[in-house]
């Protein structure tokens, strides 16, 4: 069974850390070297996690897919994301931010948590330039300095506040930067999407995001963006080499695997928390998908 982790919970990584500060049940640094640490339970944390590398390499699952974390990587977990973690011997930075914390600063989280539709989003795990390295690891020092300090400044969680947006955006222009460069590659015979068609794309992976537990059908998320479904599906099509119905069973299908098998919830409720009518409809859909039944899944 998952579980679910708040960052008051996470104060016992101080006895790993070589430097450690936190700001009330705001934010967490922790600096760090961790040796043959696995988790046999995943986990989710209710805010935003980031880790910059420092030496090492460890391999990380998240929302079931592996990845390798190596030297000079920032990883980004967004909130409710399932995460486990396999044999490592790493060290590196450590920064929790909780939601509540996230929600009082002013930046659009959206931009931080929308799901990875791009391919040069798909990885939660970003290698770095030594510049870009560098930058990141300041504004964490940073962050580190203001909690140290908290108890005597009067604008502790002011200036916590600020530097966390400062950091969401320099990594998100990070990002644009090698979308930028991307681009710049693409053979003169290729059509790019242009800006607005591109928002709809991003706007339809937050929509996804947010209602797939409930809605599945395409002329859903269509409605809500006050398009046609069918030229939703070309744009998604277009930009992610996927159709958009594609996407949405991968949402559905990813959480309930995650359920099946670490929520401790049977298959009837499993039915009812992804709201389809009737186990029986449920087991089709996902034996069409997954090519097992539910329960051969879950006995896997």
Same mark, same amino acid.
């Given at each position: 069974?998952?579980?679910?982790?708040?960052?008051?919970?996470?104060?016992?990584?101080?006895?790993?850390?070589?430097?450690?500060?936190?700001?009330?049940?705001?934010?967490?640094?922790?600096?760090?070297?961790?040796?043959?640490?696995?988790?046999?339970?995943?986990?989710?944390?209710n805010?935003?996690t980031?880790?910059?590398?420092?030496?090492?390499?460890?391999?990380?699952?998240?929302?079931?897919?592996?990845?390798?974390?190596?030297?000079?990587?920032?990883?980004?977990?967004?909130?409710?994301?399932?995460?486990?973690?396999g044999?490592?011997?790493?060290?590196?930075?450590?920064?929790?931010i909780?939601?509540?914390?996230?929600?009082?600063?002013?930046?659009d989280?959206?931009?931080?948590?929308?799901?990875?539709?791009?391919?040069?989003h798909?990885?939660?795990?970003?290698?770095?330039?030594?510049?870009?390295?560098?930058?990141?690891?300041?504004?964490?020092?940073?962050?580190?300095?203001?909690?140290?300090?908290?108890?005597?400044?009067?604008?502790?969680?002011?200036?916590?506040?600020?530097?966390?947006a400062?950091?969401?955006?320099?990594?998100?222009?990070?990002?644009?930067?090698?979308?930028?460069?991307?681009?710049?590659?693409?053979?003169?015979?290729?059509t790019?999407?242009?800006?607005?068609r591109?928002?709809?794309?991003?706007?339809?992976?937050?929509l996804?995001?947010?209602?797939?537990?409930?809605?599945?059908?395409?002329?859903?998320?269509? $409605?809500?963006? #006050?398009?046609?479904?069918?030229?939703?599906?070309?744009?998604? +099509?277009?930009? &992610? !080499?996927? *159709?958009?119905?594609?996407?949405?069973?991968?949402?559905?299908?990813?959480?309930?695997?995650?359920?099946?098998?670490?929520?401790?919830?049977?298959?009837?409720?499993?039915?009812? $928390?992804?709201? #389809?009518?009737?186990?029986?409809?449920?087991?089709k859909?996902? +034996?069409?998908? &997954? !090519?097992? *039944?539910?329960?051969?899944?879950?006995?896997?």
């Open positions: 069974m998952e579980e679910n982790i708040r960052i008051s919970d996470i104060a016992s990584i101080r006895e790993h850390s070589s430097m450690f500060s936190r700001m009330e049940d705001d934010y967490i640094f922790s600096r760090g070297t961790f040796n043959d640490l696995s988790t046999d339970v995943p986990a989710r944390f805010g935003l980031m880790y910059l590398c420092r030496s090492g390499k460890a391999r990380l699952e998240v929302n079931m897919a592996e990845y390798e974390i190596a030297p000079k990587s920032l990883t980004i977990i967004n909130p409710g994301q399932l995460v486990s973690c044999q490592m011997d790493i060290n590196g930075d450590t920064l929790f909780s939601i509540d914390f996230l929600k009082d600063i002013n930046i989280l959206n931009a931080v948590t929308s799901p990875p539709l791009l391919k040069n798909i990885s939660p795990v970003m290698p770095l330039s030594d510049n870009e390295f560098d930058l990141i690891a300041r504004y964490f020092e940073l962050l580190h300095s203001n909690a140290v300090n908290n108890t005597t400044q009067l604008y502790a969680r002011n200036i916590g506040r600020t530097l966390i400062a950091t969401i955006y320099q990594i998100l222009q990070f990002v644009d930067s090698r979308r930028a460069e991307e681009n710049a590659l693409v053979g003169s015979g290729t790019t999407l242009s800006t607005r591109m928002s709809y794309v991003h706007e339809f992976g937050r996804v995001h947010k209602y797939f537990r409930k809605e599945r059908s395409v002329a859903f998320y269509a $409605d809500k963006l #006050f398009i046609s479904p069918k030229y939703l599906s070309l744009l998604v +099509k277009e930009a &992610t !080499g996927r *159709s958009a119905a594609n996407w949405i069973d991968e949402y559905v299908i990813m959480e309930a695997k995650n359920m099946l098998r670490f929520s401790g919830r049977n298959i009837q409720q499993v039915t009812y $928390d992804l709201n #389809f009518p009737n186990q029986s409809s449920f087991g859909y996902f +034996k069409h998908l &997954t !090519g097992m *039944s539910p329960t051969q899944y879950q006995r896997s």
